[in-house]
């Protein structure tokens, strides 16, 4: 299993294309942990634990004038509109936004399911697919409305976001070579 230290070695790694911004001067201590794991009932393993109080919330973007964004209605293939990624937690900096909040997060899953997979905490740009987790199980969904579309991921958080650094890696490099094209 990856480390938040191989995590963020691997972050490193990005060129000046990429934007990474979060709660890291304010993320989330043991008692908001503690206080939100119980108002919810979700359970988080010992790795989610360490990413929200070493973290807090995470946005990891390629730049916008380097990928621009999609308007609202164009039509494009899907990974084009995956300019970055969205990791969702908790902070005790008052000046997170609340949509990056694990409770905001929770409530939009609601909207769509009785019972969600568990913790909404990822999210790829253009809504192509989300990941929960709960009692130590990350699974990934890709369509909100469909029970059954969900696989399970094999691997921590870290493993996780690793695996997503490389994903965004590797479609910046298509799209930038399509651009030269």
Same mark, same amino acid.
Not at 3 to 13: D, H, L, M, N
């Given at each position: 299993?990856? !480390? %938040?230290?191989?995590? &963020? ?10 934007? $990474?911004? #979060? ?8 008692? @908001? *942990?503690? %206080?939100?794991?119980?108002?919810? /009932?979700?359970?988080?393993?010992? =790795?989610? %634990?360490?990413?929200? !109080?070493?973290? #807090? ?16 209605? =164009?039509?494009?293939?899907? &990974? ?8 969702? #937690?908790?902070? @005790? ?11 905001? +997060? ?11 997979? /568990? @913790? ?12 929960? !987790?709960?009692? #130590? *199980? *990350?699974?990934?969904?890709?369509? +909100?409305?469909?029970? +059954?579309?969900?696989? $399970? ?11 997503? *650094? =490389? +994903? ?10 399509? /651009?030269?094209?």
């Amino acid at each position: 299993m990856a !480390t %938040k230290e191989e995590f &963020w070695e691997r972050k490193k790694k990005l060129n000046n294309d990429f934007f $990474v911004m #979060g709660s890291l001067a304010n993320p989330a201590n043991e008692e @908001q *942990i503690t %206080k939100y794991e119980e108002s919810t /009932g979700f359970i988080f393993s010992e =790795d989610i %634990k360490d990413f929200l !109080t070493t973290f #807090g919330s995470l946005i990891f973007e390629v730049e916008e004038e380097i990928w621009k964004r999609p308007s609202e209605f =164009d039509v494009l293939p899907a &990974w084009k509109f995956g300019y970055g990624f969205f990791v969702y #937690g908790l902070s @005790q900096d008052e000046e997170m936004p609340s949509w990056m909040n694990f409770a905001e +997060k929770h409530a939009e899953a609601l909207e769509y399911k009785e019972k969600p997979l /568990g @913790q909404l905490f990822f999210k790829r740009s253009g809504n192509l697919y989300r990941a929960y !987790t709960d009692n #130590g *199980i *990350i699974k990934i969904e890709y369509d +909100k409305y469909d029970e +059954k579309d969900y696989e $399970v991921f094999d691997g921590n958080i870290y493993d996780f976001l690793i695996k997503e *650094i =490389d +994903k965004l890696e590797e479609d910046y490099k298509e799209y930038i070579n399509e /651009g030269k094209s």
